[in-house]
């Protein structure tokens, strides 16, 4: 059974870049059926998709966060990684990555790391 | 956009069935995801492409969607019920986008 970890600082400077890794065990992200994403969760507030990565490289963000966001593959690790530029208060959250299962009508968020908080504050 | 759209929060005795909804323009035409999430935890999938339970979850979790409306329903409530649940679809129209419901807190009385 695949499974995920998220790892990084826990705290980042307001216009600083805010970078995170989920590291996957227990599955190859080698899959064509798979993306791997990441998914935020301010404070007392709903799930925010923020973005996912095809094996292939191909990726897709949510359109509000597209100007700053990057999301890469490191295949020799079994990792993902999310780069966040330019973060306000606003990007304080619970960030959580995720496997997605994808068929030719639907994705379904399968998989889910246990989540990490990032704080933005000077 | 597509927005989902969810009620705040529900209310169950232990013991009675609950009733989850999720709106949506023609979400019948869509496969909807549920997620439960429980208090400092990781949202976790219930039920997936409307009526479908992964491994492990119990059969008192099912689902359903018609028209404009998706609906969760747990059967039997436990104390252990009672979290956030969370609505997903695949918004295939806009740019591949994965669109969340606002949630429901699911209180058991």
């Known amino acids: 059974q695949v499974q995920l970890q998220e790892s990084g600082p826990g705290l980042v400077k307001p216009s600083q870049t805010l970078s995170l890794t989920c590291n996957v065990s227990g599955g190859s992200i080698g899959s064509e059926r798979h993306y791997w994403s990441w998914v935020r969760q301010p404070p007392g507030k709903g799930l925010e998709w923020i973005g996912y990565?095809?094996?292939?490289?191909?990726?897709y963000y949510h359109v509000s966060l597209k100007s700053r966001v990057i999301i890469s593959l490191d295949r020799s690790k079994n990792q993902f990684s999310l780069k966040l530029r330019s973060v306000t208060a606003a990007d304080t959250a619970v960030y959580f990555c995720?496997?997605?299962?994808?068929?030719?009508?639907?994705?379904?968020?399968?998989?889910w790391g246990q989540g990490t908080l990032v704080s933005v504050s000077s | 956009s597509y927005v989902l759209t969810q009620p705040p929060s529900v209310s169950v005795a232990p013991g009675k069935t609950a009733k989850i909804t999720c709106g949506g323009n023609n979400i019948g035409d869509k496969s909807v995801h549920w997620y439960q999430q429980r208090s400092g935890q990781a949202p976790l999938l219930v039920i997936y492409s409307d009526n479908n339970r992964p491994s492990g979850i119990p059969e008192r979790f099912s689902g359903s969607n018609s028209g404009n409306t998706a609906t969760l329903t747990i059967s039997g409530v436990e104390a252990g019920d009672e979290a956030d649940y969370y609505c997903q679809v695949w918004d295939s129209d806009t740019d591949h986008r994965e669109v969340f419901g606002g949630g429901t807190k699911l209180a058991v009385l």
């Open positions: 995720a496997r997605i299962s994808s068929d030719a009508d639907t994705d379904v968020f399968d998989s």
């Open positions: 990565i095809a094996y292939s490289g191909i990726t």
